[in-house]
Nanobody, 120 residues
Framework: QVQLVESGGGLVQAGGSLRLSCAAS????????MGWSRQAPGKQRELVAV???????NYADSVKGRFTISRDNTKNTVYQEMNSLKPEDTAVYYC??????????????WGKGTLVTVSS
């Protein structure tokens, strides 16, 4: 019904930057919110950032001031600019979208993830 396609992961040195992108397509009437979670090796998944249709954002304390989430509603795309990256940011990053389908149902979707590796 809905596909989330992530891109932008890769290898970067500590202090560097990356920008993640996630485009949603398919059975979409509207998108209530989009965001990112991550799962580091040996750790549980955690929410990183969320942005709603009005532009309000929420960030995990660990990334505040370093990560910026943004959204292009015309493209159903969410971005995450990650600056001053630290080795502890190494994780698989998953795109999230809460979507209202054309039939009116509210549905949650997750992308398959993109790996971010930050070296010391």
């Amino acid at each position: 019904q809905v596909q989330l396609v992530e891109s932008g992961g890769g290898l970067v040195q500590a202090g560097g930057s990356l920008r993640l992108s996630c485009a949603a397509s398919g059975n979409i009437f509207s998108i209530n919110a989009m965001g990112w979670s991550r799962q580091a090796p040996g750790k549980q998944r955690e929410l990183v950032a969320v942005i709603n249709n009005g532009g309000s954002t929420n960030y995990a304390d660990s990334v505040k001031g370093r990560f910026t989430i943004s959204r292009d509603n015309t493209k159903n795309t969410v971005y995450q600019e990650m600056n001053s990256l630290k080795p502890e940011d190494t994780a698989v990053y998953y795109c999230y979208a809460r979507i209202r389908a054309r039939a009116g149902t509210l549905e949650d979707y997750w992308g398959k993830g993109t790996l971010v590796t930050v070296s010391s």
